[in-house]
């Protein structure tokens, strides 16, 4: 290594390596931008290129500004430069998902995608042009689901469709005030401070007007067998409001209820939705929606409701042993919430009629009740967060029981 | 009210404590020594009725410090929670000012930023010196209030000190002992529980319960003091939105203490039932057979 020159980066075949891998990172998910690109190639300079750990150290500085990318990052690299000595063909070795014989990791299957798309100067293009498709897996009983599976065009998808999303914006005043010119309340302390500027005379008033924030969100995912096709997506979508507002709680239900807000939180969605699974134990089981609801009104209720919440149920309803506990336990729900979202997967069929047992005894108790499937769903979702209830969605209920 | 030294052992902080009414489990005592001995706050969570914040007013009985509380509430801010300023004296002042024709504004804004114009709320007042030594702060149901307190409380419990723009900064001579209760309406930030020794306040057993009626019921006869005990400790058991705590248990034997009651009747029970359950829906579900069982139970000579 000579003198560095940090106007002229190096050409040639380690500039080529790191600009693709730079692609690579962006297509897994990574933000990198040409300026993080120019100073990987000046840091290179720097450290002993034949020092694979130092490489690793070097990029992963520079890359990576989030703790959540550190995965994939990881595995990444691990893909990239895993034929350091052969780095013409880097491309060609990544094995492509179908050959990989074992389980991959999670973010694994994003990666190699990633590499392994043959040019990515139109990735977003092409990813516009990619139906998302839903995987409908297996009742699988007791088994732990491998979200991680996700291909990165449905990443990609989901997570360009979420970011177009308006999330819902500030509608809760809150009993905390701030500096505000059109505010109502009158600011004593500010107006004394610069009254003292005309030698005490009070000519400009301040006032102070109510802080608004956006209302904190439960969530309740039913994971049962028939709700499967729904839950992954449902899943990447709470990640998302998790990530933009502050106040989201997520429970997952089939046969027991998890609280999963944790897992869900600050990382990377495929670590997230992982660690959601290994801490779920009945992905696709039975649901029993009246003992899920009974131990979080007794658990958990008092302890996420109580700064006016609003919780999504996101349930079909197909619940079994459907009876007056059912109607007492979702009584109390809607009674201690600010407002009640019932999201039915089972609503998109315009012929349906709630003739299930559940789902009568559940809709008395509901302030709104829409219908969720794909990325419409999610639309709708947004939309009632959002939108203030309808008019008439009683009658609606009315009319569907 | 004498000011006592601090305790040397869990031991003595039990005897301490027991010496003023209130019993405690042998693992509150330990984390309340270890509080006062490291300087950490002590952040109590649990249910309501269960005796939270009465600790905080019997260690400054028993210590003989100033009890300081803060009730919070949503919406609990700088001006009613540590300082503000007094705008009317202000005012006042700076018309005195210029009626002596004062003109000098430098001296203007001094004067009336000075400490008598301070209003002193309860988290200033606890860092204040004091002769029987540092105060208890007790900053109560910290879970009412919003989420920026917390940030705010936590940066006051890192180094016990309030900056104020027109002042300056106050400190504590000595850091005052710091209770803080919860009882989980929402789940306090993590942040703040790391800096404090976390306890969970359950529910007494049976025979701790029974001491404690006894203590803080003196008129009630044996018979009924077990019977109460042993019904509550029953209903407890049974799957309740809210069980009745401690608080609960007190108040129903000194009410059946007041009705001169000498034993338990479903009558009875049945007329004073409000004073242990607090859901309509909790008290529909005491009744007919599941009282009587109940009841049985509790009234059994055994």
């Known amino acids: ?401 | 009210m004498s000011a006592s030294a601090l305790p040397t052992s869990v031991d003595g902080m039990l005897e301490l404590l027991t010496s003023r009414g209130y019993l405690a489990e042998r693992s509150l005592a330990t984390v309340t020594y270890l509080s006062l001995r490291m300087g950490r706050p002590l952040f109590l969570e649990g249910e309501a009725g269960v005796g939270k914040t009465e600790i905080a007013k019997v260690l400054s009985a028993a210590l003989g410090r100033k009890l300081i509380r803060l009730q919070c509430y949503e919406g609990l801010d700088v001006a009613s929670a540590v300082y503000e300023w007094s705008s009317a004296a202000q005012m006042i002042a700076i018309r005195l000012a210029e009626a002596a024709g004062d003109t000098d504004r430098d001296q203007l804004s001094s004067d009336i930023f000075a400490e008598r114009f301070l209003i002193k709320r309860p988290l200033l007042q606890a860092l204040e010196p004091d002769v029987a030594g540092a105060p208890v702060l007790l900053i109560d149901e910290l879970d009412r209030a919003d989420e920026a307190f917390e940030a705010y409380l936590l940066e006051i419990l890192s180094d016990f000190q309030v900056t104020i723009p027109e002042f300056g900064t106050i400190k504590a001579p000595q850091p005052p002992i710091v209770i803080i209760t919860s009882n989980r309406t929402r789940e306090i930030h993590d942040a703040l529980k790391r800096r404090c020794l976390y306890h969970w306040v359950d529910y007494p057993e049976a025979e701790r319960e029974l001491a404690i009626v006894k203590s803080r019921v003196p008129d009630i006869s044996a018979k009924l003091s077990q019977q109460v005990v042993r019904f509550v400790q029953a209903l407890r058991d049974q799957d309740f939105y809210k069980s009745p705590g401690v608080a609960e248990t007190i108040d129903w034997a000194t009410a059946l203490t007041e009705l001169d009651a000498r034993s338990l009747t479903p009558q009875l029970v049945g007329d004073t039932l409000g004073a242990l359950l607090k859901y309509q829906d909790d008290i529909a579900r005491m009744q007919g057979d599941t009282l009587q069982k109940v009841l049985k139970d509790a009234t059994s000579e055994n």
Not at chain 1, 246 to 261: D, I, Q, Y
Not at chain 1, 279 to 302: C, P, Q, Y
Not at chain 1, 325 to 336: G, T, V, W, Y
Not at chain 1, 360 to 380: C, Q, W, Y
């Open chain 1, 1 to 401: 290594m000579t003198t560095i020159d940090h106007l002229n980066p190096p050409t040639g075949h380690m500039a080529d390596n790191v600009v693709g891998f730079a692609r690579a990172l962006r297509a897994a998910g990574i933000p990198v931008g040409p300026g993080a690109v120019i100073d990987a190639l000046n840091a290179l300079q720097v450290v002993e290129i034949g020092n694979r750990a130092d490489v690793y150290a070097t990029l992963e500085a520079i890359f990576v500004k989030r703790h959540e990318h550190m995965l994939i990052f990881a595995q990444a690299f691990d893909l990239f430069f895993r034929a350091a000595e052969d780095w013409k063909h880097m491309l060609d070795s990544v094995p492509l998902p179908d050959h990989a014989r074992k389980k991959p990791p999670p973010a694994s299957r994003r990666v190699q995608e990633a590499l392994a798309q043959p040019s990515m100067r139109d990735e977003e293009q092409q990813v516009q042009e990619q139906e998302l498709r839903l995987s409908v897996s297996d009742k699988e009983i007791l088994q732990k689901k491998d979200f991680a599976q996700m291909s990165a065009a449905e990443i990609a998808e989901v997570t360009r469709a979420i970011a177009n999303m308006k999330l819902p914006q500030a509608e809760l005043r809150t009993r905390r005030y701030r500096p505000d010119a059109k505010g109502l309340k009158l600011d004593m302390r500010r107006t004394l401070r610069s009254s003292l500027r005309t030698g005490g005379e009070i000519i400009d008033i301040r006032k102070l007007g109510r802080i608004e924030k956006p209302a904190p969100i439960v969530a309740l995912l039913d994971i049962s067998g028939s709700m499967s096709e729904y839950t992954r997506l449902f899943l990447h979508f709470l990640h998302a409001i998790t990530d933009a507002r502050k106040r989201v709680s997520v429970f997952l239900f089939g046969t027991r209820l998890t609280n999963v807000t944790r897992a869900l939180r600050a990382r990377d969605p495929d670590e997230a939705l992982a660690s959601c699974s290994s801490s779920v134990e009945d992905w696709a089981g039975g649901t029993r929606i009246a003992t899920s609801l009974h131990s979080f009104n007794k658990l958990w209720g008092r302890r996420v409701l109580g700064q006016g919440a609003i919780v999504l149920l996101i349930s079909d309803g197909l619940e079994r042993e459907a009876d007056d506990k059912l109607a007492f336990e979702m009584d109390r729900l809607h009674r201690s919430c600010r407002r009640l979202i019932w999201l039915n997967p089972l609503l998109r069929y315009s012929g349906f009629e709630a003739k299930a047992q559940g789902i009568k005894m559940m809709l008395p108790h509901v302030d709104e009740f829409r219908p969720v499937h794909n990325l419409t769903s999610m639309e709708g979702l947004i939309e009632a967060l959002s939108a203030p209830p309808p008019p008439h969605h009683r009658s609606l209920i009315r009319s569907a029981a």
